[in-house]
C-alpha cells in the first residue's frame, strides 16, 4: 500500500473541509471537482482567447468581464426564444419560472431569489401583473401580507417556453465537454454560494461598505 499517496489524499481532504461552507455537504463529486481545480496544472489561456491580453488585465478583470459577457450573450439568445412571445426579457421568464418552483412568494422573496435589485425587480412583476401573468392574493396564514401566484396564463406561458429556453442554455453551453461543464458548474456554485449571503445581508451603500464586507 502507498502510505505517501494515502497521507498526500488525507492532507487534501482536510485542506477541503478547512475550506467548505459549513452547511455544504462533503460529497464525493464536490471533493473530486475541488480536487482537479487544485491539482491541475493552469490552462494555457492563450490557446482559446479571441482576443491578446491587455498589459493591464489581471486575472480577477478578466473573471469579471468575461461573466459580463456570457450575461449578455444569454440576454442576446433569450430575446430570440422569447420572440412572439408576451414576455419582453429575460428576467420575465426567470420571475416566472421562480414562481413555479417555489410559490407562493412575497415580492421580496421573489426579487431576492433572481439577486436583483428592488426596482428593476418591482418593474418585472409590475410588467408582468398587468400582462395577467401572476396573481396576487392574501397570505393563508398572515392576512396583513400578500403573495404573488402563478395564473393559469403565466402557466401557459411559461410551458410553452420551456423548450426554447432550454435550447438557448443549450447554446450558451458552447463547446464545453461534459467535464468542463461539470467544473464550470462547481466553480459557479461556489461562487454563488460565496456571493448570495453578502449580497442579502450586507447591502453596502458605498465601495468601502462593500470592500470591508467582503474582507470578513
Request: aromatic share 8%.
Given at each position: ?16 473541509e ?5 452547511d ?25 482567447s ?21 450575461s449578455?450573450?444569454?440576454r ?53 401583473h ?14 396583513r ?10 402557466r401557459e ?27 464550470l ?11 448570495y ?20
Amino acid at each position: 500500500m502507498n502510505y505517501a499517496f494515502l497521507q498526500q489524499l488525507l492532507a487534501a481532504v482536510e485542506k477541503y473541509e478547512a475550506q467548505s461552507l459549513p452547511d455544504q455537504p462533503n460529497q464525493l463529486a464536490d471533493f473530486s471537482h475541488w480536487l482537479q481545480a487544485h491539482t491541475s496544472a493552469p490552462p494555457d489561456t492563450t490557446t482559446v482567447s479571441r482576443e491578446q491580453v491587455h498589459v493591464r488585465e489581471f486575472d480577477e478583470s478578466r473573471i469579471s468581464k468575461l461573466i459580463t459577457f456570457l450575461s449578455r450573450y444569454a440576454r442576446s439568445y433569450s430575446r430570440l426564444a422569447l420572440r412572439d412571445s408576451p414576455l419582453t426579457t429575460l428576467e420575465d421568464f426567470t420571475y416566472l419560472a421562480t414562481l413555479n418552483a417555489y410559490q407562493p412568494l412575497s415580492k421580496t422573496d421573489l426579487i431576492g431569489r433572481n439577486i436583483h435589485e428592488k426596482s428593476g425587480g418591482m418593474e418585472v412583476i409590475r410588467r408582468l401583473h398587468k400582462q395577467g401573468l401572476v396573481t396576487e392574493q392574501m397570505h393563508s396564514h398572515d392576512r396583513r401580507s400578500r403573495v404573488l401566484m402563478l395564473s393559469d396564463s403565466g402557466r401557459e406561458v411559461l410551458f410553452q417556453l420551456f423548450e426554447r429556453m432550454e435550447q438557448v442554455a443549450r447554446v450558451l453551453a458552447g463547446n464545453l465537454n461534459t467535464p468542463e461543464r461539470q467544473q464550470l458548474l462547481y466553480l459557479l456554485l461556489k461562487l454563488d454560494a460565496y456571493h448570495y449571503p453578502r449580497f442579502h445581508q450586507q447591502r453596502a451603500k458605498t465601495l468601502d461598505e462593500l470592500l470591508d464586507a467582503y474582507e470578513q
